[in-house]
C-alpha cells in the first residue's frame, strides 16, 4: 500500500464556485471537493478550512496554492475578487499560514491556470500567454515560464475591438468600459447580446463572435506578440478548434508587422486553475516570479 507521507493543497476559490484538491509530490490529485461559493465572508473562510482539513485526510501540508479572482497583491497575499463583494483586502497568505502553519501562495486565477498550463499541460512556448473564455474572459501572460505581473494584472479581455454585431445596442460590458472583448465573445456577453446560452448560437451568430475574438487576438498579437495563445473555460472548450481556426482567420487579415501565434486549447481542460494553484503550492514559481513594474 502506498502512504503518502506530505501533499500540497489547491483552491480554486472562484465567484461561483470552490474547488479544493490535494496532491502528491508529483501532482497527481489524491481527493477533490467541489462546492458553491457561499456569499458571506466568514461562511467562506471556515469552509476553505473544512474543506482543506477534508482534503488533507490530516496528512502533513507541506505548501497551499490558491487561484482567485482580481484585484490581489500576490506578494502581500492580500484579496479582494471583485465577484465577491463581502470579501474585500482579505490578507488570506497571513490567515491560511497562521492556521495550517505552512507557505502560502496566491495569484490571480488566470495567472495560476497559466503556470498550470505551462508546467503541468503541453506546451511551453517561451512567450506564453493563456486565455480563459468562460462566463467571463481574462488571460495570464508568461516569459520564460513568468508570470508577467505588469503595474496591475493586464486586462487583455478589456480592450476596445472593431467589432461586428447584429444587436450593437445590446454591447454592455461588466466592467463599465463600454464595448470590451469580453462584452462580445465572454459566456456572460454573448448571452446579453444573443438572449441564449453560447452553445446554441447559431452558425452566423458564430462568425461575428470569431471576428470579434480575431480582432482581439490581432491586437495582443501585435502588443505582446506570444509565440502561443492557449485557450480554456466553457465557451472555447466547448466550441473547441473551429472557433480558434475561423478567428485565427480574422487575426491574420491585416496583421503584418508580426508572425500570427499559434492558437491552442488546453490540455488540462477545466482542470487548470487547479492544477495551476496545486503546483504554486510548491513555492518553485517563486523563484521564476518576475514583475516588471
Ligand atoms: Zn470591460
Not at 71 to 90: A, F, M, T, Y
Not at 113 to 122: F, R, S
Not at 271 to 288: M, Y
Request: aromatic share 8%; glycine share 12%; proline share 4%.
Amino acid at each position: 500500500m502506498l502512504i503518502v507521507m506530505s501533499i500540497y493543497i489547491g483552491l480554486d476559490i472562484g465567484g461561483t464556485k470552490i474547488m479544493v484538491a490535494s496532491t502528491d509530490k508529483n501532482g497527481t490529485f489524491l481527493k477533490r471537493i467541489k462546492v458553491d461559493t457561499p456569499k458571506s465572508y466568514d461562511e467562506g473562510m471556515e469552509l476553505l478550512h473544512n474543506l482543506i482539513k477534508e482534503v488533507s485526510g490530516g496528512v502533513n501540508i507541506l505548501g497551499i496554492g490558491a487561484a482567485a479572482g482580481g484585484p490581489l497583491d500576490p506578494e502581500k497575499g492580500i484579496i479582494s475578487p471583485l465577484h465577491q463583494e463581502e470579501w474585500r483586502n482579505v490578507p488570506i497568505k497571513k490567515i491560511m499560514e497562521e492556521k495550517w502553519h505552512c507557505p502560502f501562495y496566491v495569484d490571480v486565477d488566470t495567472n495560476v491556470a497559466a503556470l498550470g498550463e505551462y508546467y503541468l499541460g503541453g506546451y511551453q512556448e517561451k512567450h506564453f500567454l493563456y486565455v480563459t473564455l468562460s462566463t467571463g474572459m481574462g488571460g495570464g501572460y508568461l516569459v520564460d515560464g513568468k508570470v508577467y505581473h505588469g503595474f496591475s494584472h493586464p486586462e487583455v479581455a478589456h480592450q476596445c475591438v472593431d467589432y461586428h454585431c447584429s444587436h450593437p445596442e445590446r454591447i454592455k460590458c461588466e466592467c463599465g468600459g463600454g464595448a470590451c472583448l469580453e462584452a462580445l465573445v465572454s459566456g456572460n456577453g454573448i448571452k446579453r447580446i444573443y438572449k441564449k446560452n453560447a452553445e446554441h448560437l447559431l452558425n452566423h451568430e458564430w462568425k461575428e463572435v470569431a471576428y470579434n475574438l480575431g480582432m482581439g487576438l490581432r491586437n495582443i498579437a501585435a502588443i505582446l506578440s506570444p509565440e502561443i495563445v492557449v485557450f480554456g473555460g466553457g465557451v472555447a472548450l466547448g466550441r473547441g478548434q473551429e472557433l480558434l481556426d475561423r478567428a485565427e482567420k480574422y487575426m491574420k487579415t491585416g496583421l503584418k508587422m508580426v508572425p500570427a501565434p499559434k492558437l491552442k486549447l488546453s490540455c488540462l481542460g477545466y482542470d487548470t486553475a487547479l492544477k495551476g494553484a496545486c503546483f504554486i503550492a510548491t513555492g518553485e514559481h517563486i523563484r521564476k516570479y518576475v514583475s516588471f513594474t
